[in-house]
């Protein structure tokens, strides 16, 4: 389900969609700090706003698809494609990023490009994502992230049913 946001926080998404320009791409609303490159690119699940949180940036110029009901911290980058190590004008060929259903990115993550996370994958603040974490059900958390906690499955899913 998604949070209630205040009158003020779609006042100023208008302002800087709308009339500024500033992510104006973007179909949903986001928070004016958070910037957003290729929209389209990015393929939402059900109470997935991208970029509603304060400072999160995404480059989905490669593609990025997120769960249901996902849930992006503030300051969160998401980025999707990079450029050649020699020419920076190029950019690189990757797989999407994916991340699956009922997944937390904790303030200050970053999750670099073809990385996929499972279902129930929580990425603790200030990780760093390399590599991927494909089976879900655990936190994962350091630079470069790794497995700290690994999360009760039949726990998880009763949850998700109940949505």
């Known amino acids: 389900m998604r949070r209630e946001m205040s009158a003020g926080f779609y006042l100023l998404d208008f302002i800087f969609r709308k009339i500024l ?13 958070s910037t ?19 400072g999160v940036y995404i480059n989905a110029a490669n593609g990025v698809e997120l769960g249901d009901y996902t849930n992006i911290g503030p300051n969160v980058g998401i980025v999707s494609a990079n450029h050649d190590f020699v020419n920076n004008d190029k950019h690189v060929q990757e797989p999407p990023v994916r991340i699956g259903k ?3 990115m904790g303030m200050g993550a970053v999750i670099l490009p073809g990385v996929t996370l499972g279902d129930f994958t929580i990425v603790g603040a200030g990780a760093i994502v390399t590599r991927s974490f494909d089976e879900g059900y655990c936190v994962v ?4 992230a790794r497995i700290i906690k690994q999360l009760d499955r039949v726990e998880c899913n009763a949850f998700a049913k109940s949505k």
Not at 27 to 32: F, G, L, N, S
Not at 36 to 54: E, N, Q, T
Not at 141 to 144: F, L
């Open 21 to 33: 320009r500033q992510n104006s791409d973007t179909k949903w609303a986001i928070h004016h700090t």
């Open 36 to 54: 957003i490159h290729s929209p389209g690119r990015i393929v939402r699940g059900k109470g997935v706003y991208p970029g509603d949180s304060p």
């Open 102 to 104: 009922f997944c937390w």
């Open 141 to 144: 958390a350091g630079n470069p």
